[in-house]
């Protein structure tokens, strides 16, 4: 995505991935066939025993969601992040829903989804490093005020502090900070 387009807001950031991913085929394709093909690294007593459907309807800052028969991916990030999503988020999703299949209630990134991860030979991180500021659906309000060093923009929590009353001053100018109108 380009600079501009995380000035968009984050409905049109989705529906525009939502676009973009209709007119990616092979992407679509490379992962439909990077699922089919991981059930045959595992030994047949860890393998899904139903089939798992693929989505691109998940939003927020995860990459992938997993229940026990779907994987939702997250269209913005998977945009952003197309190798990725085939290299990681995939078989990590999927790592999760073999695990949901055959020992339901046990811990999401537990010694089964490690093990499963080990035998994928795909690192086990909980966690991606993806950046998430065009994938966030809300958004931090900032408020404008100023110093003397020029504007300056303040979280809400400082906004309501001031308007009760707290007075911040710049620490390198010294200032007061002023609301803008
Ligand atoms: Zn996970
Ligand atoms: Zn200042």
């Known amino acids: 995505m380009t600079e501009s387009d995380s000035a968009l807001a984050p ?23 990077r699922l089919a093909a991981l059930p045959a690294r595992l030994p047949a007593a860890l393998r899904p025993t139903r089939p798992i459907r693929l989505e691109y309807t998940l939003r927020g800052c995860a990459a992938g969601r997993a229940g026990p028969e ?24 999927f790592a999760h829903c073999a ?20 035998l994928l030979d795909v690192p086990a991180r909980r966690c991606h ?15 404008p005020y100023r110093c003397g060093c020029g504007p300056l923009e303040l979280t809400s929590i400082r906004h309501r502090r001031i308007q009760q009353g707290a007075r911040y001053h710049c620490r390198r100018c010294g200032q007061a900070l002023c609301p803008q109108p």
Do not use: C, K, S
């Open 99 to 118: 695990v949901l299949q055959r020992v339901p209630g046990a811990p999401a990134h537990g010694a089964q989804w490690q093990r499963i991860m080990a």
């Open 70 to 93: 779907a994987i939702r991916l997250n269209p913005v990030l998977l945009q952003e992040n197309q190798a990725a999503f085939l290299d990681e988020v995939l078989p990590h999703e």
């Open 11 to 33: 409905a049109a950031r989705y529906r525009q991935a939502q676009q973009w991913l209709v007119a990616q085929p092979a992407l679509r394709a490379a992962l439909t066939a």
């Open 129 to 143: 490093g993806f950046d998430t500021r065009n994938a966030r659906t809300r958004r931090l309000v900032r408020h």
